[in-house]
């Protein structure tokens, strides 16, 4: 028998799953990204984190992935805010803690001096409430060097919600 | 701490000497400025700050108090060498133009305020003493009228000498190793709603309109600007949403079910946040209730956008309704 708390649990996973679904039957500019994940190497939720856009296999290995996207010179990197997506992903923590990643540091404006996680996943974007509010049109931009092991690579970030658009839930690859 | 009023007698904390270290770009360098904030009312915070700053010039031994009427410059008064254009500075700066709180001072004892809003002048009797001014140390508490004053009658002391950023750039240490991990913003700062949590009614005899009330709705926005290398901070409050929706038309047909109308109002609440959010990440110099301001109005954009323009999100409930709205306070999802 389930107690109240757990019943409510349930409930209430159950209503993230209606969410997910009328978002993905109703939301027409709904949009699932995979990509890169950086984030501070922590077990919290971090507010904000850094997504690179990639498409990958999903046998795919974060280091093999990794390796080809980092060659990769037109690639682009988002500042994104990853708490937003909890509502309709209640186990974002253990999605995010449950997977395979690498480590890195970085220094830059949203994660100064840090030690981070690189991880793959994949991020739900929505332009449809854009429709009715304008988030800011100015583009924030800066420049960071991620370094993995000895090597050192150099990111471009853009921060501009219009462009990706409300970052809606998070899902992990499935293998 | 006990503040009471002829209207109002309630617990609140006491808030009357906030400290703030600013520092204010001028042309490549920074200027700091240490400053003790003064609210008329600590126990209003539902709009811009309205007191006395007392500012404290850092670098130069330079101090003024000015009073501020609701977020606007009331008057300046220096009473050590006066700046060049210190006066208009301060004008067009605003009193919450600050990039770190660094410290608080607090009162152990009873507080007692008493006065009658709008009528005439507050008086005050400080039971405990006067708050600690660590860094004047003989300061004398001044009720003129307009407000409390404080004039310092020594030379201030500097509790923590003004520390420069360090310069900008990344690249971390260079020497591979492992590197210090400041504190991010996490959960903690942060809150969110879930459809579960609205209750709406039907508040017309013919089941025509529902609403929910959330109550208190609530979040600390938080992110690091790398302009001045420092985390910037709001603690934003809603006191009442009312999210209002049709719910049968005239013929008693079913427009929009309660449960469809909680989830829009989710993500409209949600979506407000980030909207809230995202505007305060491009002007880090908006205060708390403009913050608040647009989330409300963000909100209510896209629940009249996700209803096709018949719903409403507003801060009061809507009149005459046959049925009370229960009110609702706002949690976070579990």
């Known amino acids: 028998m389930l107690h109240v708390h757990e019943a409510r649990i349930l409930i209430y996973l159950l209503s993230m799953t209606t969410l997910i679904q009328l978002a993905r039957d109703n939301d027409p500019f709904l949009k699932e990204v995979k ?12 507010q904000d984190i850094i997504f690179i856009p990639f498409e990958y296999d999903n046998l795919t290995s974060i280091k093999s992935c990794l390796s080809s996207a980092l060659l990769d010179q037109k690639l682009k990197a988002y500042e994104i805010y990853f708490q937003g997506m909890l509502t309709m992903t209640p186990d974002l923590q253990t999605k995010l803690n449950s997977q395979q990643y690498i480590t890195g540091i970085v220094d830059t404006t949203i994660f100064p001096k840090s030690n981070v996680k690189i991880l793959l996943g994949i991020v739900a974007f929505s332009k449809q409430s854009l429709q009715w509010v304008k988030f800011s049109e100015k583009t924030k931009e800066y420049d960071f060097q991620l370094r993995i092991a000895e090597n050192s690579y150099p990111l471009h970030v853009v921060y501009n919600v219009n462009i990706l658009g409300i970052p809606q839930f998070f899902e992990t690859p499935e293998k | 701490m006990n503040v009471k009023t002829k209207n ?16 204010k770009k001028k042309g490549e360098l920074l200027e700091f400025y240490q400053t003790i904030v003064i609210p008329q009312d600590p126990t209003d915070t539902r709009h811009s700050f309205s007191g006395d700053m007392l500012v404290y010039k850092l670098t130069e031994n330079k101090k003024a108090i000015f009073s501020y009427k609701r977020g606007e410059l009331e008057n300046g008064q220096y009473y050590a060498r006066q700046t060049e254009q210190s006066n208009s500075q301060f004008a067009t700066i605003g009193c919450l133009y600050y990039h770190q709180c660094t410290w608080t001072s607090t009162c152990d004892g009873t507080f007692t305020v008493v006065y009658s809003r709008g009528q005439g002048h507050p008086t005050q009797t400080l039971d405990c003493g006067i708050p600690q001014l660590y860094q004047c140390p003989g300061a004398v508490w001044n009720n003129t009228g307009n407000g409390w004053e404080v004039f310092c009658n020594n030379d201030p002391i500097d509790p923590l000498p003004p520390v420069y950023p360090p310069p900008t750039g990344s690249g971390g240490s260079g020497d591979g190793g492992p590197v210090v991990d400041p504190i991010h913003p996490s959960y903690d700062d942060f809150r969110y709603i879930c459809p579960t949590i609205f209750r709406f009614v039907a508040v017309t005899t013919n089941e025509l309109w529902q609403a929910a009330n959330i109550q208190n709705a609530h979040c600390n926005i938080k992110f690091y600007d790398g302009d001045s290398r420092q985390y910037v901070s709001r603690t934003v409050e809603v ?21 469809l109308a909680s989830l829009y109002a989710t993500q409209a609440f949600n979506d407000g946040e980030n909207a809230m959010h995202d505007a305060f990440k ?39 309704t046959s049925t009370p709205i229960p009110i609702v306070q706002y949690v976070a999802c579990p």
């Not at chain 2, 109002?8 to 520092?23: C, G, M, P, T, W």
């Not at chain 2, 913050?291 to 018949?310: C, D, E, P, Q, V």
């Open chain 2, 8 to 23: 109002v007698s309630a617990d609140v904390k006491f808030e009357n000497v906030q400290r703030y270290l600013i520092a």
């Open chain 2, 239 to 259: 006191p009442n949403m009312y999210f209002q929706a049709p719910y049968r038309d005239t013929s008693g047909v079913l427009l929009l079910t309660p449960y």
């Open chain 1, 35 to 46: 990509g890169i994940i950086i984030a501070p190497d922590s077990t919290s939720i971090p």
């Open chain 2, 282 to 320: 491009s002007d880090i110099y908006l205060t708390s209730s403009q913050l608040s301001a647009l989330w409300l109005k963000t909100a209510n954009s896209i629940y009249m956008g996700l209803t096709k323009g018949a719903g409403r999100v507003t801060a009061t409930p809507p009149f005459n």
